[in-house]
Nanobody, 119 residues
Framework: VQLVESGGGLVQPGGSLRLSCAAS????????MSWYRQAPGKERELVAS????????DYADSVKGRFTISRDNAENTVSLQMNSLKPEDTAVYYC?????????????WGQGTQVTVSS
């Protein structure tokens, strides 16, 4: 079981990045998929999540209107389009898969990808 993030890097304020997360070893189609981030000295926070069907999305207030989460269950991938990036978006971004059935929660994490927003 593996989640592998890609697409991070250095971008200027106002720029855009698209993060991707590729899953292997399991099918994401029954999992809630989320992106979290952790900045230096801060706790990991939820950035965006998407339901298993893709019909419902949820965003942190700080990224609403700028970030878009999407998924492709056929390709077993989830993406995060980040626009109008700000220096405060600088963090390591992690992909997360969560499945709950009969009160049993299964979670998987990726290794993270660094996003740095700086001029």
């Amino acid at each position: 079981v593996q989640l592998v993030e890609s697409g991070g890097g250095l971008v200027q304020p106002g720029g855009s990045l698209r993060l991707s997360c590729a899953a292997s070893g399991f099918a994401i189609s029954s999992y809630i998929m989320s992106w979290y981030r952790q900045a230096p000295g801060k706790e990991r926070e939820l950035v965006a999540s998407i339901s298993s069907s893709g019909g419902t999305t949820d965003y942190a207030d700080s990224v609403k209107g700028r970030f878009t989460i999407s998924r492709d269950n056929a390709e077993n991938t989830v993406s995060l389009q980040m626009n109008s990036l700000k220096p405060e978006d600088t963090a390591v971004y992690y992909c997360n898969a969560k499945h709950i059935i009969m009160a049993i929660t299964t979670k998987y994490w990726g290794q993270g990808t660094q996003v740095t927003v700086s001029s």
